[in-house]
C-alpha cells in the first residue's frame, strides 16, 4: 500500500488483527468465553460486510458523471461482482460464527441446528427485546433471572443461525403486530390492573416479545422448550390467552 492509499485507509491488517485482539482481551476479563467473544466479532465483521454489500447495490446504479454506453455497463458489472464477492465472505463469516464448536455433543449427535443456548446467546436476545417492550411499556419488577430462563427456552427452539438473525425477527414481529401488542400491554402490562405475580406474568417481562413471535412462528417447539425448561406452563398460557384477547 503506498502513502497515498495509507492516507486514505490507516486501517492496515496489523492494525486490524490487533483491535480484534483487544477486544477479545476486554471481553475475557468480562468473563465472556473466547469462542463466545470470537463469535461476537465475526457476527460484527459479517454484518459489516452485509452493509458493504447493500451499499454497493446502490451504487451500481449511480454511474458517476452521467456517462453511460459501454462505461456504465462496466461500472455496473463490476460493482455486482464486488458485490457478489463480498456477500459470499459474509455469508462464509456468519456460518463460521455460528457453527458448533468441536467439542459440542449436539454437533456429533446430528443436532447442528439446535446447539445448547449459551450465555452470549441470552445476553444478545436481551439487549434486542429490551428496546422494543419498552416502546410499549414501561420496566417492571419482574425477576431478571426468570427472564433470563424463559429466553434461554425460547432461544432453544432456533439453529444458531437463527439466533444470530434473532434481532431483525423481533424487529419485524413488533412492526407488524404494534396495534396488537399496544393493547396486549395496556390491559395486561405495568400499570395495568393485572398485577405481576399471576397467570399474565410474562406481559411484566421483556421476554414476552420473544415468547410471543415464538407462538406465532412455532408454536408446538416452544412448549416443547418450556416443558424441558421446567416453567411455569400457567405463564405460556397466560400470555397466549391475553394475546388472543388483543384481537380487535
Known sequence: MNPA???????????VLNTKQTVLELLGRAGVFEDEAEMLIALVEAGAL??????????????????????????SDGAQAVGAELGRVADRLLRQ??????????AAAGGRSRPPVGFVDVERAKVAVTPLYLAFTHASDFDPEESDRVLTAVLGTMSALGRAAYAGRLDEFTHAHGDRLTRLYADFGPGSAVGIHSRYSLAHSPSGIAVLE???????????AWDSAELPPAWLEGLAKAWDDAVK
Open 214 to 224: 415464538r407462538l406465532s412462528t412455532v408454536p408446538e417447539d416452544l412448549r416443547a
Open 5 to 15: 492509499e495509507e492516507a486514505r485507509h490507516p486501517l492496515n491488517s496489523a492494525s
Open 50 to 75: 452485509t452493509d458493504a454489500h447493500s451499499e454497493l447495490g446502490k451504487v451500481a446504479g449511480e454511474v458517476p458523471g452521467g456517462r453511460d454506453g459501454d462505461y456504465a455497463e462496466g461500472w
Open 97 to 106: 460464527a455460528t457453527a458448533p464448536a468441536p467439542h459440542d455433543d449436539s
